[in-house]
């Protein structure tokens, strides 16, 4: 395994665990002002996918080059990231959380409908893209959209109170 390689691998292991930690607290935070939660049934399967996606990059990927291309392009998602998670503060989560006040519209999701969900379907591809491992892009890319169908659907449903994912009180 290459510095490089590693390096790649280590920052999105710790990413992905320092996201979980962030998510929790924001998660409790949330449900204290009196927030809930809608589809948790899927998301012990969104974990699955996501740590399965992890694993295959490091069991398949540890001894694999880098590609500087795909790994600038991968820096530059880390940027968005930043952006996005920047811009909902305290109120991002790993959770499809509802909470009864207005809807962030501002940073990307003045552009973008959801750019969390867009941020996760590039890094999906690029992620493995960075070490050649075309296969798994494409196997977890397809994963991840059935995933997501689901849970935008959930989302939206819960988020605007209409639909058969709607629960609780209708929410702007």
Same mark, same amino acid.
């Given at each position: ?33 009196? =927030? ?130 709607? =629960? ?5």
């Amino acid at each position: 395994m290459t510095t490089g390689t590693f390096l790649f691998l280590a920052f999105i292991v710790v990413q992905r665990l320092g996201e979980l930690v962030i998510a929790r607290r924001n998660t409790a935070r949330l449900m204290a002002l009196g =927030a809930y939660e809608v589809g948790a049934g899927h998301y012990p399967v969104m974990v699955a996918l996501h740590s399965a996606w992890v694993l295959a990059l490091l069991v398949f990927g540890w001894n694999q080059p880098l590609h500087m291309g795909w790994l600038a392009f991968y820096a530059v998602l880390q940027v968005f990231r930043v952006w996005i998670l920047g811009t909902l503060g305290a109120r991002w989560t790993t959770r499809i959380i509802v909470l009864d006040e207005p809807l962030v519209v501002r940073g990307p999701f003045r552009f973008i409908p959801h750019p969390n969900y867009t941020l996760v379907v590039l890094e999906i591809i690029a992620a493995p893209m960075v070490l050649g491992l075309t296969w798994v892009a494409v196997v977890f890319t397809v994963l991840n959209a059935a995933m997501l169908y689901h849970r935008i659907g959930v989302e939206d449903g819960a988020l605007r109170g209409t639909g058969r994912h709607a =629960a609780g009180p209708a929410r702007r």
